[in-house]
């Protein structure tokens, strides 16, 4: 599975974003796809899945209520919708598919997109 994650840029605090991870080689609907974030020098960690029978996986506390996570199968892409962002919202955002079952570890994952950067200005 090939995943290209965009939407990535520079924002406001406050502001929105909407991330894509188009995936290639394997229908969405038979993945499950994770975002993870990566602040500069911290671990990367995981911000919200969906799994491949549509259920929203939580993730990181700090973005409840603010990010969503949706799919469009006919499209084979999985948004990541950002709203009210914060400063320490700033990352690089990746994307990531898991063809077993979904999880909270990274480690869980089969395939990665290439990143995409964040980053909210106060």
């Known amino acids: 599975v090939q995943l290209q994650a965009s939407g990535g840029g520079l924002v406001q605090a406050g502001g929105s974003l909407r991330l894509s991870c188009a995936a290639s080689?394997?229908?969405?609907?038979?993945?499950?796809i994770g975002w993870f974030r990566q602040p500069p020098g911290m671990r990367r960690e995981f911000v919200l899945g969906?799994?491949?029978?549509?259920?929203?996986?939580s993730g990181a506390d700090s973005v409840k209520d603010r990010f969503t996570i949706s799919r469009d199968v006919g499209e084979n892409t999985v948004y990541l919708q950002m709203d009210r962002l914060k400063p320490e919202d700033t990352a690089v955002y990746y994307c990531?598919?898991?063809?077993?079952?979904?999880?909270?570890?990274?480690?869980?994952?089969?395939?990665w997109g290439q990143g995409t950067q964040v980053t909210v200005s106060s």
């Open positions: 969906i799994s491949r029978h549509d259920a929203t996986v």
């Open positions: 080689g394997r229908s969405i609907s038979l993945l499950n």
């Open positions: 990531a598919a898991a063809e077993r079952s979904w999880s909270r570890y990274e480690s869980r994952y089969d395939d």
